[in-house]
């Protein structure tokens, strides 16, 4: 009997260490160092640490470890705290309280691997007001030109991104953000209830090896938008960042992800089986009507999708 005592006592405790340092993990994850480069598939899978915390739950209950129950249910209670708000369905503004939308659609389209054509019908169909695409390969630049134009009279590109518009766009620019060459722009677009600066964004790309050209760039979009009066800003696109990734959440500060319509992470990639959300619709100066991420095309990444409607 003792020795049954202590190896509960001892499963406890291991438990309840494991369950201590995925609390610290939820907690404060930009305080963990960036050994290796694994901060960033760490921060990726921040949402999908209820798994193992339900696990050491589930352990801890069938030892009947207590000092394990008690750390695994305050994990859960860190968990819920930090994601359930995030996961919770949007609640839209009433009809009543619309005067005009902007609908807005993001989409890459993972250059000649992808499919823009299909993509291209897709978009076309759901007729979005502002379309941001990124990974336009040469091949299919003058094709979605063509199948674009007539819905879009207004466009603008940058190297490999690309946005398009039913409503006049004033003014735009390309932006480098340190990359060393341009695959974001900055536009002023005349919506309705007044002009909106929307930035399209294809951040470099992130992996273990390396991610400096990145955070880079989220940082020089990051100070850009600090600097940025506009009233009304959307920036959408492909951010090769998740929304807990420590060079992201400075965006999250000075803009809104609208929640998903339906509820959930609304994670973006790869389309087969998302467990990350690259793609992001950010706002200022907007309530969202609606909030979705949907397959579209060939791409290997999810389309995300929104209705905004301006509050100032």
């Known amino acids: 009997m003792a020795r049954r005592t202590g190896s509960r006592r001892r499963i406890g405790v291991l ?17 963990f160092p960036d050994l290796f480069g694994l ?6 899978i921040l949402p999908w640490l209820g798994a193992p915390i339900a696990l050491l739950l589930i352990a801890a209950l069938a030892r009947r470890a207590w000092l394990g129950i008690l750390v695994s249910l305050a994990a859960v209670v860190v968990w819920s705290f930090v994601f359930v708000p995030r996961i919770m369905p949007l609640n839209p503004p009433s009809a009543s309280e619309v005067d005009a939308t902007v609908t807005v659609l993001s ?28 990974e336009i390969d040469g091949e299919s630049r003058d094709a979605l030109d063509a199948a ?3 819905a879009y009279p207004y ?20 932006l480098d953000l340190g990359l060393g060459w341009k695959r974001a722009l900055r536009a002023v677009v005349a919506t ?33 938008i600090q600097a940025d009066g506009s009233p009304r800003i959307i920036a959408l696109g492909d951010f090769n960042a998740g929304t807990d990734d420590r060079s992201f959440v400075p965006l999250t500060d000075l ?16 389309a087969a089986f998302p467990f990350v959300r690259l793609d992001h619709v ?22 995300v999708t929104a209705e905004l409607v301006p509050t100032q």
């Not at 603008?156 to 003014?171: C, D, F, K, Q």
């Not at 809104?256 to 790869?270: D, K, M, N």
């Open 282 to 303: 950010l706002e200022r100066g907007f309530d969202a009507r609606s909030m979705e991420t949907i397959p579209l095309g060939g791409s290997d990444h999810l389309a």
């Open 15 to 31: 438990i309840a260490v494991l369950a201590a340092v995925l609390i610290a993990a939820l907690g404060a994850p930009a305080r």
């Open 39 to 44: 901060a960033l598939p760490f921060e990726a």
């Open 155 to 174: 466009a603008e590109r940058a190297s490999t991104v690309g946005l398009w518009s039913t409503y006049p766009i004033l003014e735009s620019e390309p």
């Open 192 to 224: 309705p209830g007044g002009d909106t600066t929307v930035y399209v964004v294809h951040a470099a790309s992130a992996r273990l090896q390396g991610h400096e050209q990145r955070d880079q760039m989220l940082t020089q979009l990051t100070e850009q």
């Open 148 to 150: 674009l134009l007539e």
């Open 255 to 270: 803009l809104v992800e609208p929640r998903q319509t339906a509820g959930g992470f609304g994670f973006s990639w790869p």
């Open 107 to 134: 989409q890459n389209l993972q250059g000649a691997a992808g499919d823009p054509a299909t993509t291209t019908q897709a978009v076309l169909d759901r007729a979005p007001d502002l379309l941001a695409l990124q």
